[in-house]
């Protein structure tokens, strides 16, 4: 009889449906039979601070790696920006999907996009990432933490705490809430941060046969693009307490790639803005453009900022 393989999710309605969606692909392509084991990270349940406060972005993956490094789960799904850019060792993450749509979205009751918040308005986002692009784009709002899951955010919002908030295309897509989407912010104007709108998926490094099962779902235009947008941060520390966005589009068969930073503390300085190319057909060369980028950041002033962080 053949083993069935768990899934290691958090129990959010966004995880459990990106972890059954790989459950459907792997029964779909790979005829595999597999179970979800839904948990609570830290993650979920400090929401009372920053997540750059208490420990970052890792804190929704930890014990997911511990279902896996006791045997409890076989695989794990992740939203690939809340991945560390180095994973602990003993892990590998062996596969990237096919990217959703990456940009940030405007959502609000009562306005129709940016340009339209009367001065002063209060905008919630708990990414410092947002943070320093909206006060780029529009130094008068007044920005506010916005912490929870996609349904809790969106409550809050109901509930007249914000005149807008700031949220991830792809969740909404996914959760079918496509419709509270107001406006979509172009790639240029709010860079995203680095794997925005893909799913990364993660097991032991001696899990090797599972391994070669799932690089058959790996996407490689999402893939390269993903691995030069983290070779951005790996390069720089990036973390939560960092304002750091990197994104990769494909244009023919060139990639493109941006980058910008923000002052952690200070958010009218200026936004360091950079823009690489390349042509990168594996890994490493997709890594070197990233680490490119983030060179161009560093003669740009970059240090100063993260010294600040």
């Known amino acids: 009889m053949t083993q069935q393989l768990l899934i290691a999710t958090r129990e959010s309605r966004l995880a459990l449906w990106q972890a059954e969606h790989v459950q459907a692909l792997l029964a779909e392509r790979l005829k595999l039979d597999v179970g979800l084991l839904g948990m609570t990270t830290r993650g979920d349940q400090i929401l009372d601070r920053a997540l750059s406060k208490v420990g970052g972005k890792g804190l929704f993956v930890k014990e997911l790696e511990t279902a896996l490094e006791e045997g409890r789960a076989h695989l794990a799904v992740h939203s690939l920006k809340d991945v560390p850019m180095d994973l602990p060792e003993g892990f590998a993450l062996v596969s990237i999907l096919e990217r959703e749509d990456p ?23 708990s990414s410092l990432r947002r943070v320093v692009q909206l006060k780029n784009l529009r130094p008068d709002l007044r920005i506010e933490p916005l912490r929870g899951n996609l349904d809790t955010r969106l409550r809050k919002l109901d509930e007249g705490g914000y005149d807008a908030i700031v949220l991830a295309a792809a969740g909404l897509k996914r959760l079918g809430l496509a419709e509270r989407i107001r406006s979509l912010f172009a790639v240029d104007e709010m860079i995203p941060c680095a794997g925005q709108g893909a799913l990364g998926l993660e097991v032991r490094a001696d899990a090797a046969t599972l391994s070669q099962q799932l690089a058959g779902l790996m996407h490689e235009p999402t893939w390269l693009a993903t691995q030069a947008e983290r070779a951005v941060s790996r390069a720089l520390g990036g973390s939560c307490s960092m304002p750091l966005a990197a994104h990769a589009v494909w244009e023919g068969g060139e990639l493109q790639l941006a980058a910008a930073l923000g002052h952690p503390e200070h958010h009218d300085k200026p936004l360091l803005k950079t823009l690489g190319r390349g042509q990168p057909r594996n890994e490493a060369e997709a890594r070197a453009l990233g680490e490119r980028v983030a060179q161009a950041l560093r003669e740009q002033g970059a240090s100063a900022y993260l010294a600040a962080a």
Not at 103 to 114: E, G
């Open 103 to 125: 940009r940030d979205a405007f959502v609000s009751n009562r306005y129709a996009n940016l340009a339209e918040l009367p001065q002063g308005a209060v905008v919630g986002t």
